[in-house]
């Protein structure tokens, strides 16, 4: 595995996709490690998270701060700061921000996926809100995404 240098310091503005509560920052592109993985920092609103959806990389999250409900092939479970999910690529997933305040995760993407323009074009997709799913994999057809439901929502907690 190759690995650049890298200074992240966290000053570049965030990408934001104001439809599913989102502001991400590319901590480590692609290029820093040759293609292996990515680096990102989201912070979701109250309530909010992305569409369920599958695709071909792994993920590994790391909570920051607050609490997010997931949903890993129709597993649902909660965690919170400090914890860690690892999704294997081609697991359906989602979260939802379960918090009255924003949550924040640390994503580890591999193989690295081109996190910047994913997001931008799906910022510049969900520009008018969440469109409705054939849209949504007209989109992700171009990445390798499937968008598979809806977000999770507070709703959907599980019993306890």
Do not use: K
């Not at 200074?7 to 290029?31: C, D, K, N, Y």
């Not at 409900?69 to 921000?97: C, M, Q």
Request: hydrophobic share 45%.
């Amino acid at each position: 595995m190759s690995i650049s240098f890298l200074h992240s310091r966290g000053t570049q503005a965030p990408i934001r996709i104001p439809a599913i509560g989102l502001e991400l920052f590319i901590r480590m592109p692609l290029v820093a490690s040759a293609g292996e993985f990515c680096f990102i920092e989201t912070i979701n609103a109250p309530g909010a998270g992305p569409p369920r959806h599958r695709h071909r990389e792994a993920e590994i999250f790391r909570v920051i701060e607050g609490c997010y409900l997931y949903e890993v092939d129709g597993r649902r479970f909660f965690a919170e700061a400090g914890d860690v999910v690892s999704i294997p690529g081609g697991a359906a997933h989602g979260f939802v921000n379960v918090t009255d305040a924003p949550a924040r995760q640390y994503i580890l993407i591999t193989p690295a996926l081109d996190a910047e323009a994913f997001f931008t074009e799906l910022a510049g997709t969900m520009r008018a809100g969440i469109p409705d799913r054939e849209a949504l994999n007209a989109f992700g057809a171009r990445w390798g995404v499937e968008f598979l439901g809806p977000p999770l929502t507070r709703g959907d907690l599980p019993a306890h």
